[in-house]
């Protein structure tokens, strides 16, 4: 639901907020629509699909390394 929510909008909002920049607008739809914003964001340019590719590992990755962090300081830890 988030990615086809993503990939339907980002490219409206980033229009809406006079967002230009391919490199950008792939950073965020990689970040916020998963794959499927990936996919949407090659169709803007390679440049949008290079960079939401790019987001989305790095969201994938930091996740993984910081949420158990996050998750032991907090207590939810066993």
Do not use: K, W
């Not at 391919?22 to 970040?31: C, Q």
């Amino acid at each position: 639901m988030t990615g086809i929510t993503g990939a339907v909008l980002g490219p409206i909002i980033a229009r809406l907020a006079r967002i230009e920049d391919p490199r950008v607008v792939g950073l965020a739809m990689g970040i916020a629509s998963h794959g499927i914003g990936t996919a949407r964001a090659l169709q803007i340019s390679e440049a949008a699909g290079a960079f939401s590719g790019l987001a989305m590992g790095l969201n994938g990755v930091l996740t993984a390394i910081l949420l158990p962090l996050i998750c032991g300081v907090l207590g939810f830890a066993r």
